[in-house]
């Protein structure tokens, strides 16, 4: 059974919304990459953008969703990447990009209505 982890990121304090995106997608998702290989499914960074077009500060800038095959290989990527190495290297390059307090992380429990047809 999959297993969704939904992490919720807010931008660091001074960054622009499209300096943000573009450091995460050039440079940060290569870390996610890096370490998420050989563990999980799927690795998808949803970037949020307010529908009245403001640049302002908003409660999170982007939605991590990671999905693994099974909860025992989920535990065991997390272990992995406890290693004080690779903590370091996430931790030092989330520092750059990313409010590290305002870090949600989250299981994700599913359920999906069936819509009729338009």
């Keep these: ?24 997608e050039t440079r940060h998702r290569l870390i996610g990459e890096k370490v998420l290989s050989g563990w999980a499914t799927r690795y998808v960074r949803k970037h949020l953008h307010p529908l009245d077009g403001t640049d302002a500060a908003h409660d999170f800038d982007v939605v991590l969703e990671i999905n693994f095959p099974d909860q025992e290989t989920c535990d065991a990527c997390f272990a992995a990447m406890a290693d004080p190495a690779t903590m370091a290297e996430i931790v030092e390059d989330e520092e750059r990009l990313f409010d590290r307090s305002r870090m949600r992380t989250y299981a994700v429990e599913r359920h999906a209505s069936a819509l009729p047809e338009v």
């Design 1 to 24: 059974m999959t297993v969704t982890v939904l992490t919720l990121l807010r931008r660091r304090e001074g960054m622009t919304k499209a300096d943000f995106i573009a450091y995460y």
